[in-house]
C-alpha cells in the first residue's frame, strides 16, 4: 500500500463547476500537506501548504485536511479551463523542506469550456 | 528570478549507454532534490542534498544511479548502464532548508532509453 493514495482520474467537469480531488494517506505521524498542480511537461507547482487539521483557503481554492479519517481534499470553486492539469497532493513528517515529501501518483482534471 | 534549470529537456539514448542529467537550482537555496515520476509510481524522491552534502540517497534504485552536488549552483544525476526501465522523466527542485518554504521544480528531463 502506498502511503498516499489519490485516484488518478480523469476528472471532467463543465466550466464554472466546484471540483473536488481528494488523497487518503497511512501515516498518521505526517503533520504537513500539500498540493501541487503540474501542467503538462512542466515541473510541479506548490497550490496549497497546510499544517495538521483544518481548512486553509486561497482565491478559488481550499484545502482541508482531516486527520481523524487521513483524509486530504482540495476544492476549486469556479473552475476555469486554466485549471486543467494534474494535481499532485503530498505529506510529509515535519515542514521543514528537507523532510521527505510523499506524493500521491495525481488526479488528471480537464475543464472543458 | 530564474528557477530551477534542468538540461536537457529531452534525452533518448540506447540501453547500456551512460546518461548524465543536470541541474541548477535557484540561487541561494541549499537543499535540492532530484525526483522520478512515472505513471505507475508516481513522483518518487530518489536523493536530497543539503549544503552539498548528500543527507538521503534511500530512494536511488540501483548502484547504476549516482548523483553529485560539486557547488551549490550545479548538480549531476548520472545512470550507467542506462535499462529502458530507467525511461521517466527525472525532475529536480530545490528549497531552502531552514523554512518552511516549498520546494520549487524545474520542468523535468523526459528520458527515453531504447
Known amino acids: 500500500q502506498k502511503e498516499v493514495e489519490q485516484d488518478p482520474g480523469p476528472l471532467s467537469v463543465p466550466e464554472g463547476a466546484i471540483v473536488s480531488l481528494n488523497c487518503t494517506y497511512s501515516?498518521?505521524?505526517?503533520?504537513?500537506f500539500m498540493w501541487y498542480r503540474q501542467y503538462s511537461r512542466k515541473g510541479p507547482e506548490l497550490l496549497m501548504y497546510t499544517y495538521s487539521s483544518g481548512n486553509k483557503e486561497d482565491g478559488r481554492f481550499t484545502a482541508q485536511v482531516d486527520k481523524s479519517s487521513k483524509y486530504i481534499s482540495l476544492f476549486i470553486r469556479d473552475s476555469q479551463p486554466s485549471d486543467s492539469a494534474t494535481y499532485l497532493c503530498a505529506s510529509a513528517l515535519g515542514g521543514g523542506a528537507t523532510n521527505k515529501l510523499i506524493f500521491g501518483t495525481g488526479t488528471l482534471l480537464a475543464v472543458q469550456p | 528570478d530564474a528557477g530551477v534549470i534542468q538540461s536537457p529537456r529531452h534525452e533518448v539514448t540506447e540501453m547500456g549507454q551512460e546518461v548524465t542529467l543536470r541541474c541548477k537550482p535557484i540561487?541561494?537555496?541549499?537543499?535540492l532534490f532530484w525526483y522520478r515520476q512515472t505513471m505507475m509510481r508516481g513522483l518518487e524522491l530518489l536523493i536530497y542534498?543539503?549544503?552539498?552534502?548528500?543527507?538521503?540517497d534511500s530512494g536511488m534504485p540501483e548502484d547504476r544511479f549516482s548523483a553529485k552536488m560539486p557547488n551549490a549552483s550545479f548538480s549531476t544525476l548520472k545512470i550507467q548502464p542506462s535499462e529502458p526501465r530507467d525511461s521517466a522523466v527525472y525532475f529536480c527542485?530545490?528549497?531552502?532548508?531552514?523554512?518552511?518554504?516549498?520546494?520549487?521544480f524545474g520542468d523535468g528531463t523526459r528520458l527515453s532509453i531504447l
Open positions: 527542485a530545490s528549497s531552502l532548508t531552514d523554512s518552511n518554504q516549498p520546494q520549487h
Open positions: 542534498f543539503n549544503n552539498n552534502v548528500p543527507i538521503d
Open positions: 540561487s541561494g537555496h541549499n537543499s
Open positions: 501515516n498518521s505521524a505526517f503533520q504537513y
